[in-house]
């Protein structure tokens, strides 16, 4: 073949911009030197302006799931109850990781493809007379269905309650709205992997003066997640430990991306991803996990036609076009494939891989005509135009 480029669709890890990419190629520098200060004040700041936060921020070496245990060992400890809603595979492992730490963790679960109900959570609020709810967590995009909580009407249902409000925005931060400060979230956990397009490896934590408060009690087990010595070490401009330091450079440079398109801007060209990719893949007869009122703008979860399983999909159109989907997690395996669209991604790629997709449908016997996803898609590119 001659194109080798693959097309990396996928929730995470994303696509790297070629910059972002050889920004990261630097010598090393002194990690307690003037030059390091400067990325980590440089950074630090472009991070808060993805959060729409003001709140302190720390940049953690780790996977996503590294600052979900930061979360959760600087702010709850053995004993504290934890009220953990979940809507599929990462609203679990929230509730898992508290409960591993010694949390009393009670779980409010949804049907998978769909979101948290706020009323719910509002009624189980109000029966917490004697305010024993420590912690309320949940998940911003359910990146395992492509379900989006409504956050802000989450908050709302918890109202005044004095419980900790915590988000993992892992795979939705800088793909759809999240008002760290406007809506008063407490902890909210991100990673590099996705919309930041840089790759794997780092992990943020922002955290309000009253998560701060609570740090201060907090007696569960942490040394290298220890939020407040991080928090220390950033006013002299460093990190407790040696930081990876090219990461930080390719954040810097992502961020400067971010910054220059807008992050409204960004969120709006990620909801026309959305509308292009549901549009396209309905226009082939195939069905989608979510409802359109709960759809993810980071990814769309797909059914598989009956009879072909997403299994068959994802490696055919691998093999044949090198575009790589992701699958369904646990029990959806199988039953789903997954289309990632967030972070360094064109509509000229969605419409790529939509037109591929018809291709593989049809040639594993599905009765389509070619071209009416692309078709849908164009015309909602049309409509929407090119943000
Ligand atoms: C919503 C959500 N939370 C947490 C994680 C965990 O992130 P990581 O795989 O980087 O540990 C992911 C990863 O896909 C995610 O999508």
Redesign the pocket.
């Known amino acids: 073949m001659l194109d080798e480029q693959q097309y990396l669709m996928l929730?995470?890890p994303t696509p790297v911009p070629d910059n972002v990419l050889r920004s990261m190629a630097k010598p090393m520098i002194n990690h307690r030197g003037p030059e390091f200060k400067q990325l980590i004040e440089e950074v630090t700041e472009g991070v808060k302006m993805v959060y729409k936060t003001r709140n302190d921020v720390v940049i953690l070496p780790a996977?996503?799931?590294?600052a979900?245990e930061a979360a959760v060992v600087n702010f709850i400890s053995p004993g504290d109850k934890v009220l953990a809603i979940s809507i599929g595979v990462?609203g679990d492992?929230f509730a898992k990781v508290a409960e591993e730490f010694g949390a009393v963790v009670e779980k409010i679960d949804f049907p998978w493809g769909e979101a948290a109900d706020p009323e719910v959570i509002r009624e189980r609020i109000a029966a917490d007379r004697n305010r024993e709810i420590k912690v309320v967590l949940v998940?911003h995009?359910?990146?395992s269905t492509g379900v989006v909580n409504d956050i802000k009407a989450i908050r709302e249902a918890v109202g005044n309650h004095p419980a900790l409000f915590m988000v993992?925005a892992?795979?939705?931060l800088g793909a759809m709205n999240l008002e760290t400060d406007n809506w008063g979230l407490d902890v909210v956990v991100s990673?590099s992997?996705?919309a930041f397009m840089i790759p794997?490896g780092l992990?943020f934590v922002a955290v309000s003066p009253r998560a701060l408060r609570v740090a201060d009690t907090c007696n569960n087990c942490r040394y290298y997640w220890d939020i407040k010595a991080a928090l220390k070490y950033l006013e002299k401009g460093q990190t407790p430990y040696t930081p990876a330091i090219s990461l930080y450079y390719g954040l810097r440079e992502a961020l400067r991306l971010m910054e220059k398109e807008g992050i409204d801007n960004i969120i709006a060209r990620h909801a026309v991803y959305r509308d292009m990719v549901r549009a396209g893949v309905r226009a082939m007869g195939l069905r989608l996990l979510a409802d359109d009122k709960v759809a993810s703008s980071s990814l769309t979860a797909v059914l598989a036609p009956e009879g072909i399983g997403a299994n068959r999909i994802r490696k055919h159109i691998l093999e044949r076009f090198n575009v790589v989907m992701a699958g369904g997690q646990q029990k959806l395996d199988n039953v789903i494939f997954r289309i990632g669209h967030l972070g360094h991604v064109r509509h000229l790629d969605l419409l790529a891989v939509l037109a591929a997709l018809e291709i593989v449908l049809v040639e594993l016997g599905m009765d389509i005509e070619l071209g009416q996803g692309v078709k849908k898609a164009q015309e909602i590119l049309l409509n929407k135009g090119v943000q």
């Open positions: 929730p995470g996977a996503g799931t590294g979900m990462f492992r998940t995009n359910e990146t993992d892992v795979s939705g990673g992997q996705k794997p992990s």
